[in-house]
């Protein structure tokens, strides 16, 4: 795997491959030397808008292994960036671009490797480490019923739906009706009650600015504990800590948003390993 652009590009097996040597990595951060040998020698740019998750993580995979970290955050022209960053002798370069098919015209143009981190179309790094911690929480990915809420981070949805029917398990998106804008992908109800039941996992994506919550969630201040309890019993929830109970925010005691955040960067070091290796 020289780059990974798109959860397209690969297939279950490559997807397993990744998971696998993901749970290796996480075990390098959760000791107390927390580091590995498999970037010594290699040298990881990035070009991101501005520090975020997928720079922080990206940064800690980069130390974790051993390697050195170049990030450039707000560049006017990222794709100048990169191309420098390639012509500079970096050994991969992760980059944050406009879409899917910015980031491809210019890892067509490098010869170091290159990784999507994250597009307005496309969002592979964290759509791993959803799997992986769904993986993990629920023991398997296979028959899975994983509800989804929310309008915000929907970039990571097309590859999330994509990898879930690898391992013959469902995505279920609860938006409703009178939103018409937001792009949508796996199976989309607009009865919540129905989104919800049943469900394995819930994913939060959270809403655009303006939005209003009680449209998206039934409440205001995020997902009602009720509504949860239409899912399995100690049913996951990503993305978010707390729940909506009796109109205030409250912690949600099942709540693997730590975990995702563990995976993200398990995943981060798994692809650069993967990257670097061939």
Same mark, same amino acid.
């Given at each position: #795997?020289? @780059?990974?652009?798109?959860?397209?590009?690969?297939?279950?097996?490559?997807?397993?491959? %990744?998971?696998?040597?993901?749970?290796?990595?996480?075990?390098?951060? !959760? !000791?107390?030397?927390?580091?590995? +040998?498999?970037?010594?020698?290699?040298?990881?740019?990035?070009?991101?808008?501005?520090?975020?998750?997928?720079?922080?993580?990206?940064?800690?995979?980069?130390?974790?292994?051993?390697?050195?970290?170049?990030?450039?955050?707000?560049?006017?022209?990222?794709?100048?960036?990169?191309?420098?960053?390639?012509?500079?002798?970096?050994?991969?370069?992760?980059?944050?671009?406009?879409?899917?098919?910015?980031?491809?015209?210019?890892?067509?143009?490098?010869?170091?490797?290159?990784?999507?981190?994250? !597009?307005?179309?496309?969002?592979?790094?964290?759509?791993?480490?959803?799997? #992986?911690?769904?993986?993990?929480?629920?023991?398997?990915?296979?028959?899975? @019923?994983?509800?989804?809420?929310?309008?915000?981070?929907?970039?990571?949805?097309?590859?999330? @739906?994509?990898?879930?029917?690898?391992?013959?398990?469902?995505?279920?998106?609860?938006?409703?009706?009178?939103?018409?804008?937001?792009?949508? !992908?796996? %199976?989309?109800?607009?009865?919540?009650?129905?989104?919800?039941?049943?469900?394995?996992?819930?994913?939060?994506?959270?809403?655009?600015?303006?939005?209003?919550?009680?449209? $998206?969630?039934?409440?205001?201040?995020? %997902? +009602?504990?009720?509504?949860?309890?239409?899912?399995?019993?100690?049913?996951?929830?990503?993305?978010?800590?707390?729940?909506?109970?009796?109109?205030?925010?409250?912690?949600?005691?099942?709540?693997?948003?730590?975990?995702?955040?563990?995976?993200?960067?398990?995943?981060?070091?798994?692809?650069? $390993?993967?990257?670097?290796?061939?």
């Amino acid at each position: #795997m020289k @780059n990974l652009l798109s959860l397209h590009e690969l297939d279950k097996k490559d997807i397993t491959n %990744i998971l696998q040597i993901a749970a290796q990595m996480r075990r390098i951060y !959760t !000791t107390g030397s927390k580091k590995g +040998p498999q970037l010594i020698g290699s040298v990881v740019g990035g070009v991101w808008t501005n520090c975020c998750l997928s720079s922080t993580a990206f940064g800690l995979a980069t130390s974790y292994m051993s390697g050195a970290f170049c990030p450039v955050y707000g560049a006017e022209n990222k794709a100048d960036s990169c191309l420098a960053l390639d012509s500079m002798g970096v050994n991969t370069v992760v980059a944050q671009m406009s879409d899917l098919n910015e980031i491809k015209r210019v890892a067509a143009l490098m010869r170091c490797a290159t990784v999507n981190g994250g !597009t307005s179309d496309s969002d592979p790094i964290t759509a791993l480490a959803d799997i #992986m911690t769904l993986n993990i929480k629920l023991d398997g990915l296979q028959n899975l @019923n994983v509800s989804v809420v929310g309008n915000r981070d929907v970039n990571v949805m097309d590859e999330l @739906n994509y990898c879930l029917h690898l391992f013959g398990s469902d995505l279920v998106w609860y938006l409703p009706s009178c939103d018409i804008q937001t792009p949508r !992908t796996g %199976i989309v109800l607009d009865d919540p009650t129905a989104a919800f039941a049943g469900a394995d996992a819930v994913i939060d994506l959270g809403l655009d600015n303006g939005c209003d919550g009680a449209s $998206y969630y039934g409440s205001a201040v995020g %997902i +009602p504990d009720e509504l949860l309890d239409k899912a399995h019993v100690n049913c996951p929830l990503l993305g978010c800590r707390t729940v909506a109970h009796g109109g205030v925010r409250a912690s949600y005691n099942d709540s693997v948003e730590n975990l995702r955040q563990s995976c993200y960067v398990a995943v981060a070091m798994a692809v650069l $390993y993967l990257v670097r290796k061939n």
